[in-house]
């Protein structure tokens, strides 16, 4: 399960872009916590702790509790807004949460036992078309990440999303569930030998081809 992080903030009043400047300018984030059949509350954290937790990796998968003036309400980060230029955090959206909300979240994929995989062995190499799965699962619940074994693929060989085990009550929350994960792929040195002999075997196909247009020609 994904750490729980603790995010100090506190109410705000102020709305509006004047307001959401002078409170960046004071080294304050302004952000909202919605969601759970609960008017939105306005608050604003500090945007060194903020920044901290972003570099984690796994802020965006994580329960976040927030201790607003003492009261502390688990979230889950739903949308952070960058500045295009200076990526100084704008401002933050925080899901309500409660131990039974079902969440999406977005949870990497680590790929394991490449050296039980006798396509690797061979060459082949691990093309990977999900890096992370979407799943709905608990906010409890959310795992750190999903471990994907390629044991005993061979080359052409994929993995695909219904075949990979997932947490007790996790699901996925993609719209093709038989859409592939990963696959080995042939290394290109061995699909240059593949496309050298099918070449070759054109090229006897058409020189047969030529000498029996020949021989016809010459029998007429």
Known sequence: ??????????????????????????????????????????????????????????????????????????TIPKDVQFHPVTDRVLHVDFLRVSANSLVEVAIPVSYVDEEKSPGIKLGGVLNIIHHELKLKVKATAIPEEIVVSIAGLEVGDSIHLNQIKLPEGAELAHDEHESTAATVIAPSGMKSNADDEADAALAAAASAASAEKKEAEKSE
Do not use: C, W
């Open 1 to 74: 399960m994904s750490d729980t992080l603790n995010l100090l903030a506190k109410k705000r009043d102020r709305a509006g872009k004047g307001a959401s400047r002078a409170i960046r300018r004071e080294g304050l984030v302004p952000a909202v916590i919605y969601g759970d059949k609960t008017p939105a509350m306005g608050i604003t954290v500090d945007h060194i702790a903020l920044f901290k937790m972003l570099n984690t990796g796994h802020f965006m998968n994580s329960v976040v509790t927030i201790d607003v003036d003492g009261q502390k309400l688990p």
